[in-house]
């Protein structure tokens, strides 16, 4: 294998996720890799490091030699390829060469939780064309508590995102997390979101 070449290490590909995980049919692909370690992961196999022998790692072309299957439903649909994990930014690189592969008429999403260094971020914004951001909770102390990170990557992060990116390609989802955050909490972030220029902004409960 080259060198030269990004690869993912995936542990799931999950296909015909309707409306689930962005716009029209999509296949999510989960891949390793997490700076967080939130109380309440749904996949905490993906930051464990024990469990990256069990990942598959691929390149750009073979992950789209597995999903080209639904292409025709990525058209019909304005679906495609929703990159998760862990935390999608952290493959960057692999997400850019991939948009090459697939060529525009994919709808790329990423789910993440901005906790990456700006430059990652800045690597993907000509080639995702939404974005999915769980920011947990924008209380610095509420944050910490509940990822065990600090949260001044993602403030920096949701400005660079607000001023790349149209509104309307982003979504942000506000979680009430049952034990760490109060109505206060989230009524806060949202107002903040706002004031930064996000509009689709959706709060649930996380379901522990």
């Known amino acids: 294998m080259d060198k030269?070449?990004?690869?993912?290490p995936?542990?799931?590909?999950q296909r015909h996720r309707l409306t689930v995980d962005g716009t029209g049919v999509s296949t999510l692909v989960g891949a390793?890799?997490?700076?967080?370690?939130?109380?309440?992961?749904?996949?905490?196999?993906?930051?464990?490091?024990?469990t990256l022998d069990k990942c598959t790692m691929?390149?750009?072309e073979q992950l789209y030699d597995r999903v080209k299957i639904d292409h025709l439903y990525f058209l019909a649909t304005g679906g495609g390829v929703t990159f998760g994990g862990g935390e999608s930014l952290?493959?960057?690189?692999?997400?850019?060469?991939?948009?090459?592969?697939?060529?525009?008429?994919?709808?790329?999403?990423?789910?993440?939780?901005?906790n990456v260094p700006a430059a990652q971020l800045e690597k993907t914004l000509t080639a995702v064309n939404d974005f999915i951001v769980d920011i947990k909770d924008l209380d610095p102390?509420?944050?910490?508590?509940?990822?065990?990170?600090?949260?001044?990557?993602?403030?920096?992060?949701?400005?660079?995102?607000?001023?790349?990116?149209s509104p309307d390609h982003i979504r942000i989802r506000v979680p009430k997390i049952?034990?760490?955050?109060t109505e206060e909490h989230i009524n806060h972030s949202t107002?903040?979101?706002?004031?930064?220029g996000f509009e689709n902004i959706e709060v649930f409960s996380y379901i522990t």
């Open 32 to 50: 390793y890799g997490c700076p967080l370690q939130c109380r309440y992961c749904i996949n905490p196999h993906a930051w464990n490091p024990e």
């Open 178 to 181: 049952p034990s760490f955050n």
């Open 141 to 165: 102390s509420v944050y910490e508590a509940y990822t065990g990170a600090p949260i001044h990557p993602v403030l920096d992060n949701l400005l660079l995102l607000a001023r790349s990116v």
């Open 4 to 8: 030269n070449v990004p690869t993912l």
């Open 90 to 114: 952290l493959h960057a690189d692999f997400i850019r060469q991939f948009r090459a592969v697939c060529g525009p008429e994919w709808l790329l999403t990423a789910e993440t939780s901005l």
């Open 191 to 196: 107002e903040q979101l706002k004031e930064m």
């Open 58 to 60: 691929m390149t750009p």
């Open 10 to 13: 995936v542990f799931a590909i």
